[in-house]
Structures are given as structure tokens and as C-alpha cells.
């Protein structure tokens, strides 16, 4: 099995460095203070409680900060917990940097910088086109440092370029399959539709929403991002309206965040392209941190269900 907190078993010890990806405070029922930490590093994240937390410990264990940690691994209501024996913050002479600690995508930024460049020249349309490019040149390099989601699905660092290069893999797959299909509007609406998330959230070392991101969201965000543009760009038709519906739609459903649902043929194919690779990257991510014969955790955002990793798949 591979090495780091992603891939501990139960029952197995732990004594390594990892990063407070959130710390929460809280209280037992005997009124005793705790800390909820959520420790991570290059592999995953797992939940800690530090019991009968004192105020020094409360100053000292917050996000962003690299701890010692030793403990063993056991597991509460389906996943797995650190059960913590002693922490400590990490220091100068323990040589160790955030950036160890950081999951990346695994495509470097300069691949999926040329594949989505590569997909941008395919579009034919030139307002489309001229708007998708005008908005990529803006956002280039957060772009290419941000996750797509603060948890559940490509969250890591170029997570948010990685989501859309393997959206974009999938589309060109099914349009040669629909040849109806425009290529043009599905291409934009997949490069376009979760850029908002560079202003919802905070960033990639421990992502959490910003006061924008609570307020407004990334879709309406985005929506008015392209309507601002045509206007720069003096863009007038029914390819704005249209675009901006496929970015208001994406999430499918209003209990799940679209103020419409996908009212046009290709509005409909993005957001079950979104949906498959959303689901495919936390299914794989989750199945390759178990043997053959094992179940994953939980997994909350796929209806909390524990998958089982046939044997024969090696």
C-alpha cells in the first residue's frame, strides 16, 4: 500500500507531519473543549479530535499550520479517524513547507494550459469564440492554480484546469459519436461554466468560501462575467443569451444550484458531462486508496455510499 494519511487502514499507527486543512471548535457534553482538526497531505485528509483543547492549544492549532502528529487510525460512523496520542507544531529544524502537503492534479499546468489553448482555436463561432478567449487571458493564472471545489471533487491544486481538460476530452468524444451537436457552444460552456469559482473561493491551500462566494455564487457570478464581456467586446446576439444560460444551468437542477434547468440541447449534455466527471474523479480518487476485496469510505456527495473494489481488479 502507498504511503501517506490517504492510504492508512484502520488499526495502523501514524507518526508524521501533516497540514490543519480546518480546525473547529467545540464543546462535549460534560462541557470539556475539543478540537475538530481536518489534517491532510499530499494523498488525502482525515478528521482528529484533540480532547480537553486548551486556549494555547486553540491559538496554536489553526489552518494553514504544519503539525507533528502520532496516533493510530480507527474509524467513526464509516470513515476513518486519527485518533491523536501527542501533536506538536512542526518548526524551522523539522524542514518541512506547506507545499509538501499540497495534492496536485495529475497533469502539469503546462499540459492542460496547451489542451485547453487547443480546444479554444476549435471554436469556430468568432463571438464565441472572442468571449471565451477574452475571459480565459483574464483568469490564465489562477486558473491554473485553483481547485474546482473546496471538497468532493477535483480538489486540489490545477484541480479547476484538470476538470475542464477532462471535460473537454469527454465532449470531443461525443461529438464525433452526435455530430449534431455544436461544438462551439458546448466547448465555451465548458471552459466558461465554473470560472466563477476563482472568486468563490479562497484559494488552494485551505479552501473555504469567500464573502462573495457566500453571497452570490460562482454561477451568477460568472453569468454577469460574460455579460460584462460582450458588452468590452461590443458583442450583440443571441450567442451571449445562450451561453450564459449553459453557465446558469450547469448544476441541472435548482436544489442543486441552477436557477434554470438546461432549457437547450447542449445546456443538458454540459451538465451531464460535468456531473460524470465529477463522479468519476471522487470514485477513482476514493477506489485507489483501497485493495481488491475492500469497500472506500462513504462518500457523501455520491448519495454517502461506500463502494466495493472487485477482487480481480488488480
Not at 480537553?52 to 476513518?80: C, H, M, P, S, W
Request: hydrophobic share 40%; proline share 4%; net charge negative.
Amino acid at each position: 500500500m502507498k504511503k501517506g494519511i490517504g492510504y492508512a487502514g484502520v488499526g495502523t499507527s501514524f507518526d508524521d507531519f501533516l497540514l490543519i486543512k480546518e480546525a473547529r471548535k467545540g464543546i462535549t457534553s460534560t462541557g470539556n473543549p475539543f478540537l475538530t482538526l481536518i489534517l491532510r497531505d499530499q494523498t488525502g485528509e482525515i478528521e482528529a479530535k484533540l480532547w480537553d483543547a486548551t486556549k494555547e492549544d486553540e491559538l496554536a492549532y489553526v489552518e494553514e499550520k504544519i503539525v507533528k502528529v502520532t496516533g493510530e487510525i480507527n474509524q467513526f460512523r464509516g470513515k476513518n479517524q486519527l485518533r491523536i496520542s501527542s501533536i506538536r507544531l512542526a518548526d524551522p529544524s523539522d524542514g518541512v513547507s506547506i507545499s509538501q502537503f499540497i495534492e496536485n492534479a495529475p497533469v502539469d499546468k503546462d499540459t492542460l494550459w496547451k489542451k485547453i489553448t487547443e480546444a479554444l482555436f476549435e471554436i469556430q463561432n468568432p463571438s464565441i469564440q472572442r468571449m471565451t478567449r477574452a475571459i480565459l487571458k483574464k483568469y490564465h493564472e489562477p486558473l491554473l492554480d485553483y481547485p474546482a471545489a473546496a471538497k468532493n471533487h477535483h480538489e486540489y491544486a490545477s484541480g479547476l484546469a484538470h476538470h475542464i481538460v477532462s471535460m473537454l476530452q469527454i465532449a470531443g468524444k461525443l461529438c464525433e459519436l452526435y455530430p449534431e451537436l455544436n461544438k462551439d457552444l458546448l466547448y465555451a460552456g465548458i471552459m466558461l461554466h465554473d470560472l466563477g469559482k476563482l472568486r468563490e473561493l479562497s484559494g488552494v491551500v485551505s479552501t473555504t468560501y469567500t464573502l462573495d462566494g457566500k453571497l452570490l455564487g460562482h454561477i451568477p457570478m460568472m453569468v454577469e462575467e460574460i455579460g460584462m464581456t460582450a458588452k468590452e467586446l461590443q458583442i450583440e446576439g443571441e450567442e451571449v443569451l445562450i451561453l450564459q444560460h449553459l453557465v446558469l444551468s450547469h448544476h441541472g437542477k435548482a436544489e442543486w444550484g441552477s436557477p434554470t434547468p438546461p432549457l437547450v440541447r447542449e445546456a443538458e449534455i454540459l451538465h451531464l458531462i460535468d456531473l460524470l466527471d465529477a463522479k468519476l474523479n471522487m470514485l477513482n480518487r476514493a477506489l485507489d486508496k483501497v485493495n481488491p476485496g475492500e469497500f472506500t469510505d462513504r462518500l457523501f456527495a455520491m448519495d454517502n455510499r461506500a463502494f466495493y473494489k472487485p477482487t480481480f481488479m488488480e
